[in-house]
């Protein structure tokens, strides 16, 4: 009986499939595993990550010590009678007014320094949790992969310039943009326009070079909408409407009242930049630059060719008229983007870097847009073990090089600390760059001794983003031309008024010495790279 049982095709059948089932269930289990253990590894790098920001004691991020000095300038200019000599505080909505609104709150708690420590950690929590989320809003489905790559984007160039802002402007942009896509597909209802229109003032305030960008991936969508009529369009525009209404608002405001009373007009001695083709093609690698070391280099390689394989495979879909309505949206936009960026110059006046800040999102677009398993089960395999390698690597390396900075910092502190209060302080960065980092970390290291007392340094920026103009008594109307503190190159010192400052604060490379200095300038320390001089 049992052996004619065994031999029965049916019972084998049975066996066969109760087999596959066990099979399926232990590959699934095996896969849920996998799955855990990278949200645990995303959690663990994310953490780690941090670490950059907060676990060293000098700063090699440009912009952040000059963020830390006005922090601490305009929370006490109200009551700082000497300060009001230099500088008019005049504060109004607009773009950056959420990176000064967090900075003034976090300041009250942690002090300027560690507030602007917060404000760029922000972009890193906030890139990949957008990206995590978008995803989920576009494809359902919950990948840790995504938020590797937000991690990984968190750590460029830009990162290292100090742009935190228009950062945490990308972030906000990435988690909008998936909820207007579905707006622009199915209307939302009235709670979900609510907050598209709140979302949207929200960038705008954020950072207002990120609300353009979204604007035009907006006007793309719309005009390439297969809808009859002008309704659809309309109801699509709609949430945009009021953020664009108040974008421009303040800018007619702002040609009215260029100047605040008691405030004089400066002139930022900056003019419009173009980049040679040669120069615009180097740019394409600055979402992963950070270090010299070359590791952040192949990193963004690697995610390039990653991009660039999704970008063909989407193409073939739409072609075929297999394309969804974000994909076809977002590939277009992302083609209208990198127009942008080849015709868009390197500066316009003193906003810099405005070719480079579409970079990243040529390649986020096409990360939001890519489908689960776009290139296949295998190619979609790698990535989700390649991901988590490469975002350790990359934070690692990021350490590394923070551990080296350190070094070549040496005596910024001692050497600042013997500022005075009060005093005004002319900054001469001869050889700002970093041989551990791509950029150039030693800018703004003046603008600490402001972070700590009152204090006039020699640079800082006069517009709507920092709310803050110079008195016609600032000696930093008094500049040079030739003056640019981040491509300075020489001292040409009878271009300068010394008498308009009372210390000078020259930075070169450890190793090198300094020669003609006037004799009306007396040595007070020397560490490091750093020479601090008195006025006699």
């Not at 990653?306 to 063909?312: G, H």
């Not at 992302?334 to 390649?363: C, K, M, Q």
């Not at 050497?415 to 302080?425: D, H, K, Y």
């Not at 000078?504 to 006037?518: F, I, K, M, W, Y």
């Amino acid at each position: 009986m049992t052996s004619r049982t065994r031999e029965n095709p049916a019972f084998d059948d049975a066996a066969e499939s109760s087999a596959r089932g066990l099979d399926l269930r232990a590959a699934a289990l095996r896969e849920a595993r996998v799955k855990r253990l990278a949200w645990v590894a995303l959690a663990f790098t994310g953490m780690a990550a941090c670490g950059v920001f907060w676990g060293f004691d000098a700063l090699p991020f440009q912009d952040l010590p000059a963020h830390a000095g006005l922090i601490a300038l305009r929370a006490r200019i109200e009551s700082s009678v000497w300060e009001q000599q230099y500088f008019v505080h005049a504060p109004h909505i607009g773009p950056y007014t959420l990176f000064r609104f967090l900075g003034a709150i976090f300041a009250r708690v942690l002090g300027p320094v560690s507030a602007v420590r917060l404000l760029a950690t922000l972009p890193l929590v906030t890139l990949p949790t957008a990206l995590i989320l978008a995803r989920r809003r576009l494809h359902g489905e919950w990948s840790p992969t995504y938020g590797f790559l937000g991690i990984v984007l968190s750590f460029g160039f830009m990162t290292l310039l100090g742009f935190a802002s228009y950062q945490l402007g990308l972030s906000v942009l990435v988690f909008t943009l998936p909820l207007w896509l579905g707006h622009a597909e199915r209307p939302a209802g009235l709670r979900g326009e609510i907050l598209l229109v709140g979302l949207c003032l929200l960038l705008f305030i954020a950072h207002g070079h990120a609300f353009l960008l979204f604007s035009l991936i907006v006007f793309v969508s719309v005009a390439s909408m297969r809808a009859s009529g002008l309704r659809p369009r309309f109801v699509a525009l709609r949430p945009v409407l009021p953020a664009l209404a108040l974008a421009a608002g303040v800018a007619a405001w702002e040609r009215v009242y260029l100047v605040p009373p008691g405030a004089v007009a400066a002139d930022p001695h900056t003019t419009t930049v173009f980049q040679s083709a040669y120069d615009k093609f180097t740019l394409l690698i600055t979402p992963t630059l950070m270090t010299r070391s070359g590791v952040d280099f192949l990193i963004g390689v690697v995610v390039w060719l990653w991009t660039l394989l999704n970008i063909a495979r989407m193409v073939s879909l739409v072609g075929r008229g297999a394309g969804s309505f974000a994909e076809r949206r977002l590939l277009g936009a992302t083609a209208v983007l990198f127009a942008a960026f080849v015709v868009l110059p390197h500066n316009i006046r003193w906003f810099g870097f405005v070719d480079g800040r579409l970079v990243p999102l040529l390649l986020l677009l096409p990360a939001l847009a890519a489908r689960p398993n776009l290139l296949g089960s295998t190619a979609a395999a790698i990535e989700r073990r390649v991901a988590p390698v490469l975002t350790i690597v990359m934070v690692g390396a990021a350490l590394v090089a923070s551990h080296r900075f350190q070094h070549e910092a040496r005596g910024w502190r001692e050497v600042l600390g013997q500022v005075p209060t009060e005093a005004r302080l002319l900054n001469l960065p001869l050889d700002p760059n970093s041989d551990v980092f791509t950029a150039h970390p030693f800018v703004h290291y003046d603008k600490l001794v402001m972070a700590e007392r009152p204090s006039v340094p020699s640079d800082v920026w006069f517009h709507q983003g920092s709310a803050l103009y110079p008195t016609a008594k600032n000696p930093a109307l008094h500049l040079p031309a030739s003056y640019i503190e981040s491509d300075l190159k020489r001292i040409n010192w009878p271009a300068y008024e010394l008498a308009d400052w009372d210390y000078v604060l020259v930075r070169t490379r450890p190793e090198a010495s300094l020669d003609g200095v006037p004799a009306a300038l007396s040595l007070v320390d020397h560490r490091g790279g750093w020479w601090l001089y008195r006025r006699l």
